[in-house]
């Protein structure tokens, strides 16, 4: 979308870490997700953060928000051939408008 | 529990006609979601609807309009479908700031 950027493809090897970068820019964003779609399903939320966090783990994934630059990234360790997907940076706004970004094409080479 | 259905999963329209496409949700969510998914373009907002009875403007919303007439339900209409509206439309629906649930997809071509 056009507030939300992301590049299109990240590979990496299995067992190596990921790092799937967004940016975006509307100052009003209260929340920020990342979403998982496999091929020919609909979108599933991987995790979120609120805008005054930092950083949030939750078991291989962490999501690190630099507020000030409006950048959000979303680490994945250990990463499995089952990671391989498109991932998805999403907004929520204050009015409830909610836009996603283009998406990454995550592949994991065995 | 059925979350968020779609209906219908696949249709074929000529250049020109028109249809609807409906999202139904169980789950008394107030905000809801129309997207177009494109290859390359990620997920595109075409409308969205904070409450029944209310509607607002996404990314893209020419060409389409909706109706929130029910809570449970955002209709998607497309008066004359241009080949440039094939796609893959999804549909969401959020309660509050929580995870959207979205549906499994509607395939459009336009011919």
């Known amino acids: 979308g056009e507030d939300v950027e992301q590049s299109l493809f990240l590979s990496v090897r299995e067992g190596d870490s990921s790092v799937i970068n967004c940016t975006y820019t509307?100052?009003?964003?209260?929340?920020l997700y990342w979403y998982k779609q496999e091929p020919g399903a609909g979108l599933q939320l991987l995790t979120y953060?609120?805008?005054?966090?930092d950083m949030k783990q939750d078991q291989r994934l962490t999501v690190l928000l630099n507020k000030k630059d409006k950048h959000l990234s979303l680490r994945i360790a250990d990463t499995q051939t089952g990671d391989s997907a498109i991932y998805f940076c999403a907004e929520l706004a204050n009015a409830g408008k909610s836009t996603f970004g283009d998406g990454t094409t995550l592949t994991v080479k065995p | 529990n059925a979350g968020v259905t779609q209906t219908p999963k696949f249709r074929v329209l000529k250049t020109g006609q028109s249809m609807t496409l409906l999202c139904a949700q169980d789950?008394?969510?107030?905000?809801m979601y129309w997207y177009r998914q494109d290859p390359g373009m990620g997920l595109r907002l075409i409308h969205y609807?904070?409450?029944?009875?209310?509607?607002a403007k996404g990314e893209v919303p020419d060409g389409y309009n909706v109706s929130r007439l029910k809570k449970q339900n955002f209709l998607l209409g497309l008066e004359s479908a241009a080949p440039s509206q094939t796609s893959v439309y999804f549909c969401?629906?959020?309660?509050?700031?929580?995870?959207?649930?979205f549906g499994q997809g509607t395939r459009l071509t336009v011919v």
């Open positions: 789950m008394n969510h107030e905000y």
């Open positions: 609807s904070v409450g029944e009875g209310t509607t």
């Open positions: 969401a629906s959020r309660l509050g700031v929580t995870e959207a649930f």
């Open positions: 953060i609120f805008s005054n966090m």
């Open positions: 509307d100052s009003s964003s209260t929340y």
